[in-house]
């Protein structure tokens, strides 16, 4: 049953038509991954949903009652509140029935009121109906099911007194997730609610969004995610809305066969066209040497078959390719042992992170590194970078090895906020203007960006400009910190593709969880102190878990 219908939408931003004409029904089961490029409109798109955002044109029907709850991208908390208290706030609409029946207390306890039977009578009558509302929001089971929201996304009663502003950026997204379920909406906006989650909190995301009891749309990069629960993919790109049954796999595959298919009908068609054109041409010069009303006559015919063709709307679009970013990191041949770890601990104050960690990556290895977010992943790549001194142990850097570090909060653009691009792409690698901005161009930058201070650009964008200058300082063992983190889906596949003809060895901390499948051989898991190895990618480390388990 259709809840939600766009229809014939448009909208603008900044004089920009983000898309034009577009049309969609969401049925009331629905669990759809909304999927495309950045910039592409998905978050314009699901605020028009919500009503934040007015089209400019077209319409958004909703049907009567149908409550719709919105998880931004970003979301914040007033300090203070502990996590408990922040997530037993009551909802807008159960706070105001709450508010009322406290007014109707006050009001019983006025003579005016409860010496005058008509207006006792009716604040009575108000106080019934309120009470019904109240039961019907399920005020009364409020914090039972503010507590089994919170353990269904996997938090424990031992959290329960965390303050908000400690909460990791995963943890508060889980937090405000709690809240809009709390009020069951009919139709829940998910905008990337998986960032910042570790592999854990995702499956719990997972379970959550299978099982809840309404319609789910979904912006989201993590391949995997959209795999486990996604029914339907809705693609976002060039202003057009386009719906594929299946999860992402299935998407991905039958995108391709309808893009081949398209781009043989294409082929065909410009060649009939061709074929009819000579045609024309023919039959013109023959009717000027013969002065033939026979041969204008069939010119005429054929013209008129194109004219028809393209008046209705037969002319098949040639495939558009979306440009992509161009990224190369060509690597050498370096050491056979790229690093090593020799019991390894490290700590802070009473905190002991690991112990005795030991693990050796030969050249040309893809590692990649998992674990709980606290479990000192990237203080690992702090100490192999030298930024910090292990408590004991050695990490040894072989002689010929070169590192590149990306750093998931863009610390290794830290001093450069108020320098351009073009500024340190011609620091790292000195060569003129034009060719610096020409590579910038290649990541997707635009002529205006290039001399923009870097404290403007996005996350996805300041994603692009520490891989291009990973690009320029030509390393040959790679230490990347959630490198996939706000980059868009094309933009992780040529990263992707980079790091398979990458000659060298790459560490890679990452809850990407196909990303891990597409490059890693090997995967170690840091989980409370210790370093576990597994050979494969990420779900051959999960079959090699669970014959653990059920041994």
């Known amino acids: 049953m259709h809840v939600i219908r766009l229809e014939n939408i448009t909208i603008n931003h900044a004089g920009r038509v983000i898309f034009q004409g577009l049309s969609w029904a969401i049925d009331d089961r629905d669990r759809v991954g909304l999927v495309g490029p950045n910039g592409a409109g998905k978050s314009s798109l699901l605020k028009a949903i919500t009503g934040e955002v007015i089209p400019d044109a077209g319409s958004v029907i909703r049907l009567k009652e149908v409550r719709v709850g919105y998880l931004p991208q970003n979301v914040q908390f007033s300090s203070g509140k502990t996590l408990f208290d922040e997530a037993m706030i009551l909802p807008p609409r159960l706070a105001r029935v709450e508010a009322e029946l406290a007014k109707i207390d006050d009001q019983l306890g006025d003579p005016d009121i409860y010496g005058n039977d008509a207006a006792l009578t009716r604040v009575l009558d108000r106080q019934r109906l309120l009470w019904e509302e109240f039961d019907h929001l399920g005020g009364a089971q409020h914090g039972s099911k503010v507590r089994e929201i919170l353990s269904l996304l996997g938090f424990a009663p031992n959290d329960y007194g965390l303050k908000v502003e400690h909460l990791s950026g995963g943890q508060k997204k889980l937090l405000a997730l709690t809240k809009l379920a709390v009020e069951s909406p009919d139709v829940l906006l998910l905008d990337e609610p998986d960032n910042h989650l570790d592999l854990q909190a995702k499956r719990y995301l997972e379970n959550f969004i299978r099982h809840y009891a309404g319609a789910v749309i979904i912006v989201s990069h993590d391949r995997y995610l959209l795999d486990e629960v996604a029914t339907q993919i809705a693609e976002l790109a060039d202003g057009a809305l386009t719906l594929y049954p299946g999860n992402y796999t299935a998407y991905a595959a039958e995108r391709e066969l309808r893009r081949l298919r398209q781009q043989q009908l294409y082929a065909a068609q410009q060649k009939e066209i061709a074929r009819i054109e000579a045609a024309i041409k023919r039959f013109e010069h023959w009717a000027r040497i013969t002065e033939d009303n026979r041969h204008t006559r069939q010119a005429n015919h054929r013209r008129k078959m194109l004219e028809r063709m393209e008046a209705n709307g037969e002319m098949i679009e040639q495939i558009r390719e979306s440009r992509r970013m161009e990224l190369q990191i060509s690597g050498w041949r370096g050491s056979n042992k790229a690093l090593e770890v ?100 290649k990541f997707l930058f635009t002529y205006e960006q290039t001399r923009q201070p870097i404290r403007t650009l996005s996350g996805g964008e300041r994603s692009r400009l520490q891989l291009a200058a990973l690009m320029l300082q030509k390393p040959n063992l790679l230490l990347l910190d959630e490198p996939t983190n706000n980059l868009d889906i094309p933009s992780v596949e040529v990263l992707e593709s980079t790091l398979e003809d990458f000659e060298g060895a790459v560490l890679v901390i990452s809850h990407d969880r196909y990303f891990l499948d597409q490059v890693v051989d090997r995967v170690f898991e840091l989980k409370d102190g210790t370093l576990q190895s597994y050979e494969g990618g990420y779900t051959d480390y999960l079959e090699a878990v669970k014959a653990k388990e059920t041994a």
Do not use: C
């Open 342 to 441: 020799k019991d390894l601990t490290m700590g802070f104050d009473s905190d002991l992170l690991f112990l005795e960690l030991n693990f050796l990556i030969r050249h040309g290895e893809r590692v990649g590194l998992i674990g709980p977010n606290g479990a000192g992943k990237s203080v690992l790549f702090n100490l192999i970078l030298g930024q910090l001194p292990p408590l004991e142990g050695d990490i040894v850097i072989g002689p010929s090895t070169r590192i590149g570090y990306y750093a998931q909060e863009y610390q290794t653009l830290a001093d450069w906020l108020d320098r351009t691009p073009l500024e340190l792409v011609r620091n790292i690698n000195p060569t003129h203007e034009g060719a610096a901005v020409a590579f910038l161009l």
